[in-house]
């Protein structure tokens, strides 16, 4: 099985060699519809989608669901692997499962069946134990569960019980342990509990009293377990449980987001951003805004050096890390403001009620995508998608604009992943893998022609 550092460099080489040139076809699996008509041909036309349109698509992998949830990147057998969750059917060969497809050409690597649909995406951790997934299901009979499986393999390696009437979210792992969150229904600081369980066979390591565990916001950073509660975070030992320090908040608190080399981590509430050590939670510096603050975010991008802060009524502060002073503002109207934020090495990406490409030094725009939506997320490497709630995805150039195609079909979308120009998303039991270099005749606007349109002189 490929290390997760070699992984790593396989998407970052799709990242860059993605060309829009088809990839040959493969004959691995029956449940592949190829591009061609000839298996053999590597620059055969794409074929079309559900929709009219010409969407190209470099694979499609169907499955025996009639609808999918979770549409994720992590290691498989044999590389990177989409994983795919089902969202119907019961337990059984056609009932619920996690699926792992080849990245390249949507071979099935392996399937797994649940009892329940997988609700969470998929963890990934190796040590000696071997490589490791987790994901959590849905809650079922009053109980959810989180199951540890072996991704070289295709097999479920344990599984924890949640709790009578807890759902369970995974919160971070280490190469020997995952740490788990519960939750139920009456959301408070306390009665609820964060299980460390050993990697290899799911054996309870130590158990820390915890408020309700929310779906985001938790991280391992070296030895210290983040740990994202209401209106609450605390810092937690990875080896042992024992509370390094914690900051409370008297109403919702932002965050955390953490800093390109995991030092710091900033949080928001009440009027206020700060920014704290890691290590033992001293404040390095305050900044007080006078708006309501609606989200604290950092991009995950190495290079990210700035951290932003968004206003409900529609604006994002760029701050700096060091001492908390503005860089730029950048302002999108609307209300109940909570961006997407993505940094690549030319630009910004900032995802809320549109798409809003930026120089990230300036904060100066370059060209914008504003549908008539309330939520649009924003992934972006060497092609710029842009999920529209979950209707349809666009593919954009990054450097202008221009937008090369739009994914409609019929049924609701599951899940976007992307790797370079490559987006993997679910549509009714079928998962696509969707060409962004490529550009539909069909489909294909500038940014200045979306200008006009919406010009009302």
Do not use: K
């Not at 924890?160 to 740490?179: H, I, K």
């Amino acid at each position: 099985m490929p290390s997760r550092r070699a992984v790593l460099a396989a998407l970052t080489a799709l990242a860059g060699c993605t060309d829009g040139s088809q990839s040959p076809e493969s004959t691995g699996s029956s449940t592949r519809t190829p591009t061609g008509t000839d298996a053999s041909d590597a620059t055969e036309a794409p074929t079309r989608t559900p929709t009219s349109d010409s969407v190209p698509v470099r694979w499609r992998h169907e499955t025996p669901h009639s609808a999918l949830d979770v549409v994720s990147l992590a290691p498989g057998a044999d590389g990177p692997a989409v994983y795919v969750g089902s969202d119907g059917g019961g337990e059984g060969a056609d009932g619920h499962a996690l699926h792992a497809v080849g990245l390249t050409d949507g071979t099935e690597q392996w399937r797994v069946s649940l009892p329940t649909p997988v609700v969470t995406e998929p963890l990934y951790a190796e040590g000696e134990s071997g490589p490791r997934v987790y994901v959590a299901t849905r809650r079922s009979s009053d109980a959810a569960e989180l199951y540890a499986l072996d991704p070289s393999r295709g097999t479920r390696v344990w599984g924890f019980d949640a709790p009578e009437r807890r759902r369970v979210y995974p919160l971070g792992a280490t190469g020997e342990t995952v740490f788990v969150g519960t939750r139920d229904d009456d959301v408070a600081r306390n009665g609820e509990t964060v299980h460390a369980l050993a990697a290899g066979d799911g054996h309870e390591r130590w158990r820390v009293e915890s408020g309700d565990a929310l779906p985001t916001g938790h991280a391992v950073r070296r030895d210290t377990l983040l740990v994202r509660t209401p209106a609450r975070v605390r810092a937690l030992d990875v080896e042992t449980g024992a509370e390094r320090w914690r900051v409370d908040s008297p109403t919702v608190m932002y965050g955390p987001a953490l800093d390109s080399r995991g030092e710091r981590l900033f949080v928001g509430y009440d009027g206020v951003v700060r920014a704290l050590d890691l290590a033992d939670g001293s404040e390095r510096w305050r900044r007080e805004v006078d708006f309501s603050i609606s989200a604290v975010t950092t991009p995950r991008a190495a290079a990210s050096t700035t951290v932003f802060v968004a206003d409900r009524a529609g604006r994002l502060l760029a701050l700096s890390p060091l001492d908390g002073g503005t860089r730029w503002t950048l302002s999108v109207g609307g209300d109940d403001f909570r961006p997407h934020v993505v940094r690549t090495s030319e630009h910004l990406f900032v995802g809320g009620p549109g798409v809003y490409a930026l120089d990230p030094v300036s904060g100066e725009r370059a060209w914008s995508f504003t549908p008539q939506s309330v939520d649009v997320r924003v992934h972006a490497s060497t092609t710029a998608f842009a999920a529209v709630d979950r209707d349809r995805l666009h593919a954009f150039d990054p450097a202008d604009g221009t937008e090369r195609w739009r994914f409609a079909p019929d049924s609701m979308l599951a899940g976007v992943a992307t790797a370079g120009d490559l987006a993997f998303v679910g549509a009714g039991g079928t998962v696509y893998a969707l060409d962004g270099s490529a550009v539909s005749e069909a489909n294909g606007t500038s940014a200045r022609e979306r200008d006009e349109r919406s010009d009302p002189s």
